[in-house]
Each structure stands twice: as C-alpha cells, then as structure tokens.
C-alpha cells in the first residue's frame, strides 16, 4: 500500500457544498449529509478501507464485522470534526462547549516565558486548538510546523470563507532553515507545535511499538523537542456528542537528548486517547507497514 504523501483527500466543490449548508441550514443538517459521503468513501476508497479496518480489527482486536462498521463510523466522524472546524473558523464558535482538561499546564509553560513546544497527532480536532488557547491568552501566538503539501485551492477558498486564522506556518525545508524560525518563535515566548504521527518516506525515522505492533514516526518533532530545554506538553481536542469539545493537555518528562524516550511518553498518550476515542483515529494508510 502506498505511504501518506503528505496530500489529505478532498475538493474545493465539496467544500463549497458543506460551507453552504453549513451558514443556510446549519451543522446538525450538514451532518445529515455526511451520511451519504461517508458511505462513498466507504465503498469506493479502497486503500483507506484496508488501513482503517486493519486498524480497527488487528490492532484494536474487534471482530471483522464490527471493524468494517467502526470504518464507516470512522469516516462519519471525521466528516463531523471537518465540518466543526470550517464552521467554528466561519464565526459558529458559541454554538459549541468547550472543556480544558491540564489547563494548568499551559498557564504554567506560559508563565515561565520560554516559549514551549506542543506535539498532537492525527486523532480528535487539534486544528481547533487555537480556539482553546485563545481563551488562555489572547495574545497568545501558536506556530504549526508543517510540510508545505496540502492542497492550495482548499487552503484559498477556505481563507476567502472563514476568519483569518492566527496561527503562523513553519515550513520544513531541506536547508533546515526552519530551525531558526523554530528558535525565534520559542524565544518571543510563543508555542511551536508538531504532529507527531505521521511519517513519510525520506525524512529520517524512529521506530517504536503502538498498539503493540512497530510503526515509524517521523523522528523531527522528537529530536528537536528533546533538545529544546523548553516545556513540551502533548495535547488532543477530541470531539465529544452534542458539539462539545474537550481539550486535553499533559506535561511530558523529557530528558536533554533523550529523542526516543520522549516518543515512548508520546506512544503512551496517544494510546490513551485512541482506547478512550476510537472512532478518532484519522490516519487512513498504511500506518504500519503492514498491508
């Protein structure tokens, strides 16, 4: 099966549909909707089909029957938290309750005014959490280190239909200029944030066990937190029934240097989320080399 190459599926049209039923009929409507998208990817997407039910039946153990049914709620749930965020974005925040789980946490890294380094992954809504922050500090500035490979004409159209996002791009690139902005960022007291869960093939690797099977995770966020001398805090924004949201933040130990001991610490959170949410698990490929 073919690796994440770094793309998330996707069209401006379908965009255009749910920004539509969104602002004229509202969320709850253009979640009817997702009924009849999701069972499209569910019948048609046949790589993401084979990843997401081996997620759900070899590595979470459900039976096949209920793996495949976990794979269309998958999709259902990820159309849901994709329809959160553009409406959220389009000036719906209080049509939804948030909740802060570690608050204290990132009272704490702000106050010490060194910046800090946040990791997520690809489970929840972490594509909101600025919305959270804003709430802490409103001067607060957060910056998404990223590779530069989403699709533009989405990225275009969504920036013409929602309010301007405050969060600030930090491009990899191959000279490791990024490195500098990085720094920079950290020391105006400013919070740089990673994914830590998908790697893609060229970029240096580790390799550690989640849901007790090996996987690779892209080895950049871990070395470069890990070398920081700054907080780092892993935190998820999982969706949660009747537009609610709980954020949640967790202090990690990190020792100077120590790259893969923070990943352990980072396996082990994500694993709590995955047990806790399930159906939040976004990585539709081959995560483990497997297929």
């Not at 990791?119 to 001067?139: K, T």
Request: aromatic share 18%; charged share 25%; with cysteine.
């Amino acid at each position: 099966m073919a690796k994440w190459d770094g793309k998330s599926r996707g069209t401006v049209l379908g965009y255009k549909i749910f920004v539509f039923f969104i602002k004229k009929v509202g969320i709850k409507f253009a979640y009817a909707i997702l009924y009849f998208v999701a069972l499209y990817y569910f019948l048609f997407l046949k790589e993401s089909n084979k990843a997401i039910f081996y997620y759900f039946h070899q590595r979470l153990g459900y039976s096949k029957w209920k793996a495949k049914m976990m794979g269309y709620k998958s999709y259902f749930t990820f159309g849901q938290t994709i329809i959160d965020k553009v409406a959220i974005s389009a000036g719906l925040k209080n049509g939804f309750t948030y909740e802060f789980d570690g608050i204290e946490l990132l009272y704490k890294l702000l106050e010490e005014k060194k910046g800090g380094v946040v990791i997520s992954a690809h489970i929840g809504n972490f594509e909101i959490a600025e919305h959270f922050f804003g709430e802490l500090n409103a001067d607060l500035h957060i910056n998404l280190v990223t590779t530069d490979l989403e699709h533009s004409d989405i990225k275009r159209y969504l920036e013409k239909v929602t309010k301007k996002s405050n969060i600030k791009f930090i491009i990899i690139k191959e000279d490791l200029s990024h490195i500098f902005e990085i720094n920079a960022a950290l020391a105006r007291n400013e919070l740089v944030c990673f994914t830590g869960d998908r790697y893609f093939e060229g970029v240096k690797a580790l390799s550690d066990k989640l849901l007790n099977e090996e996987a690779n995770f892209p080895a950049g966020p871990f070395l470069i937190a890990s070398r920081l001398k700054v907080p780092v805090v892993f935190v998820y924004v999982m969706k949660e029934p009747n537009l609610h949201y709980h954020l949640y933040a967790r202090e990690a130990k990190v020792k100077h240097r120590d790259e893969k001991g923070l990943l352990k610490e980072y396996i082990s959170s994500v694993e709590m989320m995955i047990k806790k949410y399930p159906l939040q698990w976004f990585n539709y490929f081959d995560f483990w080399n497997k297929l």
